[in-house]
Each structure stands twice: as C-alpha cells, then as structure tokens.
C-alpha cells in the first residue's frame, strides 16, 4: 500500500501509524516517542544543580547520567507496557516476532540520548562547564520540541499563522521545563 493509500484508509489505527510514520536517515522515528524523551530528558536535567565547574570526564558522566536515566527507565516502562498490550490484546504469550518489534520500537526513546552523547562530546574537549552544558541542552531540546510543533502543524494541514502557533506552544513546555530548572537552582 501507498503512503497516501495509508494516510486514507478507512482503518482509523491505520491512518494514525500513517500519518506518524517518519524516517530520518533510515531510522524510524515515532513524533511520540521524539517528544516523551525530549521531555523527559529535559526534565532529568532540569532536576540537577550542576555547580559552574569545568565539564571534567566526571561531570560529563552526571550531565549525561541525568538525561540517560530518566529517558532508560521510560524506555524499559513503555517496552514493558507494550508487552503487557500486545499478549492482552491477542491472548497469548509474547513470541519472538513480537518481542522484536516492540524492542525496535523503543529502541527509539534512547535516539535523543544518542544526541545528547554527540552534543556533550564538543562541549567536554571546550572545557564548558557543566551548568553550561546543561543549559545548551535544555535549549537544545526547546528547540527540538519547537520542530516538532512545526512538523504536528504542518501534519494537521495548518497554514503558516496555524503551524507558528503549534511551534510555539511545543516550544513552550521546553521553556517551562527551564523555568522549573531556574527555580529549583535559584
């Protein structure tokens, strides 16, 4: 079937997975998935009070533990729950078929902490300290929630004022999320 055959098909769960169905590079990409660890992630970082050291081997581990943790433990959650659907759903056992898809699928929650190890690795070998570091990822990951607003906008057919105002309100959980983190260091 066609992507645009998917994207009207009669079968409401059908048209949804069509119309989220994203690849980057090859990878699927789930826009769920995208948001829940750019949130998450964010989320991890903004509990942290990084002092304003330089970012040593030790800090980067803290910086990077405290956006890998959170984003693991949905990861391991979510594949658990989907477990837990698909033999409730069918009435039997997990197989091997299964397992694999639902391991692929949140195999896609750990892509943002793959991002975040590629972000960290320039700002360690600059000496940026790891507050700093902690701030460029939290407006790293604003900014990636702005995109995905921009994308859900665009998806839902909006025009150009339409889609702004999607960006803007996604972006805005990131700024919320910032500003918890000033407020819990401040």
């Not at 409730?88 to 750990?110: C, E, P, S, W, Y």
Request: glycine fraction near 8%; charged fraction near 15%.
């Amino acid at each position: 079937m066609s992507s645009a055959t998917d994207r009207h098909s009669e079968n409401p769960e059908e048209r949804e997975e069509a119309l989220l169905s994203l690849h980057i590079a090859g990878l699927p990409i789930d826009p769920r998935i995208a948001v829940y660890s750019t949130i998450i992630l964010m989320s991890g970082l903004a509990l942290l009070d990084f002092q304003d050291t330089e970012l040593s081997w030790s800090q980067w581990g803290k910086v990077f533990g405290a956006a890998f943790a959170p984003v693991a433990a949905v990861a391991v959650a979510h594949a658990f729950a989907d477990a837990l659907g698909y033999e409730v759903r069918t009435q039997t056992r997990l197989d091997a078929k299964a397992m694999g898809h639902i391991v692929r699928h949140n195999l896609q929650f750990f892509y943002i902490a793959v991002i975040t190890l590629v972000i960290l690795a320039p700002l360690l070998a600059f000496n940026v300290s790891a507050s700093s570091a902690a701030n460029i990822l939290l407006v790293l990951g604003t900014a990636n929630l702005v995109g995905w607003g921009t994308f859900a906008g665009r998806r839902v057919g909006l025009g150009w004022r339409g889609v702004l105002i999607y960006a803007v309100a996604y972006g805005f959980v990131g700024v919320i999320v910032v500003l918890v983190k000033y407020w819990l260091t401040h």
